[in-house]
């Protein structure tokens, strides 16, 4: 969801009132107005995810690991995450560990990538047409995996690599830690022209279909 629609005061309010105290409650810590319609924006993606599978968050627990990812300890088997970038939140859900991240594709300096990633990504995106947007698509998907493993920033970026290989006459996004496969997926796409996202499941290729409100 784009958070544009509630620069309108009147709309802000009145989708804020749709929420739950605890995410109303958040929304009321924070500063300034863009991370207040983010964390909106994010509240109502959830909230419309829930209610395909007939739930509501007010009705809910929502739990974290030990690493800080949360999760519904009454449905075990209904995994989600959240992401969230400038203008633009995003939220998945799955019925196997998931992780996602959403990046707005802009200026950044390339260092970054010679010091946080993998020797191998680093040499990938100086060579590309568009180190920046190579830069951003190998950041969206190394977010999605720490976020999908629950490891979360307890695992460095250049801790492991991803790689596009070719398996059985197909394309694949693969990752890899040192020599190990590691049994997860990827989906990535550019939305609303400036925006990477990446989807990460445990096992096979995440069937993904996009919705936004």
């Known amino acids: 969801m784009l958070t544009t629609p509630l620069d309108d005061d009147t709309f802000f309010w009145n989708r804020y009132h749709t929420l739950s105290p605890a995410r109303q409650k958040k929304i009321d810590q924070l500063i300034f107005s863009k991370d207040k319609k983010l964390s909106l924006a994010a509240g109502l993606v959830f909230q419309a995810g829930l209610a395909d599978y007939g ?9 974290h690991h030990q ?14 995450n959240i992401s969230h970038s400038e203008q633009l939140a995003i939220c ?31 040499r990938e995106i100086i060579a590309a047409d568009c180190p920046e947007e190579a830069f951003y698509n190998y950041w969206v998907l190394k977010e999605s995996y720490m976020k999908a493993t629950g490891w979360g920033l307890k695992l460095p970026l250049n801790g492991f690599r991803i790689a596009r290989e070719v398996v059985l006459l197909k394309d694949q996004l693969r990752v890899y ?8 997926s990827f989906y990535i796409a550019t939305v609303f022209e400036s925006y990477k996202l990446a989807v990460c499941t445990k096992g096979d290729q995440p069937e993904i279909k996009l919705r936004f409100l």
């Open 55 to 63: 739930l509501q968050e007010q009705h809910l627990i929502i739990a």
């Open 67 to 80: 690493n800080g990812k949360p999760y519904l300890p009454q449905y075990p088997e209904l995994f989600f």
């Open 92 to 122: 998945v859900f799955s019925n196997r560990e998931i992780g996602a991240d959403v990046e707005k594709v802009s200026n950044i300096d390339l260092e970054i990538a010679r010091r946080l990633f993998d020797n191998a990504e680093y």
């Open 177 to 184: 830690q040192g020599s190990m496969l590691m049994p997860y």
